[in-house]
């Protein structure tokens, strides 16, 4: 079941050193060599913009997913009975955790681009859908699950939910929504009155971990990419 899991927690402890020590002045300081072995890792032809964003990306997720899984708060033991009473596959809140993450790293490299032509340069017009595309991979290659539509409605979903600024909400409804679901083929469950405790319970470690972990894991991925101007590439 943790098979999945296992890989989001790894690019994770990296990365949670890599977040510790970032606003370090000498960015020659942080602990890179382990994200480094990663980047040059993997799929080969594929820019390491793209890959840095990907390892991002599952790190971020894997993040919320400790909390989940291995946090012994009262809170997020609470979740995990409501999840482990109906064997809910943990496998499924994981692949949903990784498209929520990333949506929202595509929301902060668009207000970033925007905002700033020599951002768009460095980071690139294509390193976040591409990166989304890897991210869909690794989920259909430990899941064995098709998740190209389903990924797209999530994706809906998440948009919507930024216009009427309830991302937290939308996350939590689908992981609330989740409840049983064995496989990403399972369709998640129809809504209904939510068990007032434990939806609270799912909405505030949403809330703890919006509030802060996926801004912290952007600027973790820009510093890496304009800290080390020698490894990535720059569109012209």
């Avoid at 539509?149 to 991302?167: G, P």
Wanted: proline share 4%; net charge neutral; with cysteine.
């Amino acid at each position: 079941m943790f098979g999945f899991w296992g890989q989001t927690r790894c690019v994770a402890a990296t990365f949670f050193v890599i977040f510790r020590n970032w606003p370090k002045e000498n960015l020659s300081e942080i602990p890179l060599h382990a994200a480094n072995d990663m980047l040059v890792s993997g799929p080969k032809g594929v820019d390491l913009r793209v890959k840095l964003m990907y390892l991002i990306i599952l790190a971020a997720a894997g993040n919320f997913m400790h909390g989940v899984i291995e946090n012994e708060d009262s809170l997020y033991k609470d979740i995990r009975l409501y999840f482990r009473d109906t064997e809910t596959n943990f496998e499924v809140l994981t692949a949903e955790a990784i498209v929520w993450t990333a949506f929202l790293m595509f929301q902060h490299l668009m207000a970033d681009q925007r905002k700033d032509f020599e951002i768009l340069r460095k980071t690139g017009g294509s390193t976040m859908p591409l990166a989304y595309e890897l991210c869909r991979d690794t989920i259909e290659k430990h899941t064995g699950v098709n998740y190209n539509a389903v990924s797209k409605e999530r994706w809906h979903i998440y948009s919507e939910a930024f216009k009427d600024h309830t991302l937290v909400e939308a996350f939590a409804s689908v992981l609330f929504r989740s409840r049983g679901r064995r496989s990403l083929a399972e369709p998640l469950k129809p809504a209904f009155p939510p068990l007032e405790l434990i939806w609270a319970n799912i909405n505030i470690t949403v809330v703890i971990f919006y509030s802060s972990i996926p801004t912290a894991y952007y600027e973790t991925f820009k510093k890496m990419l304009l800290g080390r101007p020698n490894l990535f590439e720059t569109d012209d």
